[in-house]
C-alpha cells in the first residue's frame, strides 16, 4: 500500500446511490492509508435531474456540505479536507457550476465525463450512436469542459474505451486531441484506479482504463498527470494496489504532479 504521493481528489459518498460507508470513514480510511488531503468529490447533483443511482438530488447539497465542514473541523492537523464534486461539462449547467463555485462553499470541481444533457435529461454518448461516432461526441465534450476553466483536472480521460472496447485510429485521435487539449489549456490529466483497482487492464487483457496505449501518447505530448482513487468504499483506501499505479507512471516517465486548491 506504501505510495509516494499524499492526496486524493477523488472520493465519493453514498449520496450518490453506488457508494458506500458514511463520509467520517472515508476520512479515518484516508488517514490509515498515509493521505495528508483529501477531497470529496461526489457525483454532481444537477437542477432538474433525477437520476439515482447515479448522482444525489439537488437537495442533498446543504447536508453534503455542512458533513464535509464538520470533518474539516474535526480533524484538522491530521488531514486536510476539501468540498468539490465531479461534474460533467455541458454549456447547459456552466453558470449553475460557476454559481457553485462561487457562492456555494465549492472549493472545486473535477471533469467526469460520463454522459451528456439533452432535453432534459442525461443520455450516455453510447446510446444510439455507432463507437467511433461515439467516443469523438466524448471528446468534443471533454475538450469544451477543459476550456471553460472551471475545473481543477480532468477524470479518468481514457473512460472511453469502456464502450468503445477496442484501439482503432478513431480512438488515436481522439487520445491525441485530448492530450493535446491538455499541454495547452494546462489542465491535468488523472490517472484513475477504479477500474484498475486490483490489475492493470495489460494484466488483465481487457480494454479498460487507464489504458496503455492511451497514457503512452500522454507521455509524448507532455502532459501533466495526477492520481486519482476514485473511491466508492472507505476501504478502498486500504485495498488499493498502489504500486501498479506509480510502475504504470514510472513506466512511461510520466510527469506527476499535486493538485493546489485554496480555501475559501
Sequence with gaps: MKKSWDYNFHSHTYRCGHAFGTDE????S?????????????????????????RGDLSELDGYRHSVEVLRRRYEGLIDIYLGFEAEYSPHFEDYYRGLLEKER?????????????DGKMRWYSTGREPDD??????????KGMESGLFLYCNHPDFFLIYHHYWNEAAEECAYRIANASK???????INMAHGRLALPEEKGTV???????WDIVAKVG??????????????????????????????????????VKHK
Excluded at 465549492?106 to 439533452?118: K, N
Excluded at 479498460?208 to 492511451?214: G, H, I, Q, S
Excluded at 476514485?230 to 507512471?249: C, G, I, K, V
Aim: with cysteine; glycine share 6%; net charge negative.
Design 106 to 118: 465549492v472549493e472545486y470541481l473535477i471533469l467526469g465525463q460520463h454522459s451528456y444533457y439533452q
Design 30 to 54: 484516508a488517514v490509515k492509508a498515509g493521505f495528508k488531503t483529501l477531497g470529496f468529490s461526489d457525483h454532481v447533483f444537477l437542477p432538474g435531474i433525477h437520476e439515482p443511482g447515479m
Design 223 to 260: 502532459c501533466d498527470v495526477v492520481f486519482g482513487v476514485d473511491a466508492h468504499s472507505p476501504m478502498e483506501y486500504q485495498q488499493t494496489r498502489y504500486s501498479l499505479f506509480e510502475e504504470f507512471a514510472a513506466s512511461r516517465n510520466l510527469s506527476i504532479i499535486t493538485p493546489k
Design 134 to 143: 461515439a467516443i469523438r461526441a466524448y471528446t468534443d465534450d471533454l475538450i
Design 208 to 214: 479498460d482504463y487507464p489504458f496503455p496505449n492511451f
Design 184 to 190: 495547452r489549456l494546462n489542465v491535468p490529466l488523472e
Design 25 to 28: 470513514e472515508y476520512v479515518l
